[in-house]
């Protein structure tokens, strides 16, 4: 949970990114997302869920370094 929360902010930041990728992506490649909790409606959330997630993992090891440098401390502090 530590490690989670270490890039917090990352997350934050990027988790709508990583869906709006897998939903241009879907609908590139010819899907449709169904208006109504159908039956096909229920066998896509696996995509939903996970294909977020893994592009999110991606963007997380890109910019996570970014936000832990910018918690390190830069150099001594003036006296």
Do not use: D, K, S
């Not at 939903?48 to 150099?75: D, I, K, N, S, Y």
């Amino acid at each position: 949970m530590v490690a989670v929360n270490v890039v917090a902010l990352t997350i934050f930041l990027w988790h709508m990114t990583a869906y709006l990728v897998v939903l241009w992506a879907y609908e590139g490649l010819g899907g449709t997302l169904p208006a109504e909790p159908t039956a096909g409606w229920w066998a896509q959330r696996w995509l939903w869920l996970l294909a977020p997630a893994a592009v999110l993992a991606v963007l997380v090891a890109l910019f996570a370094r970014v936000e832990l440098a910018a918690r390190r401390p830069q150099g001594r502090a003036a006296r």
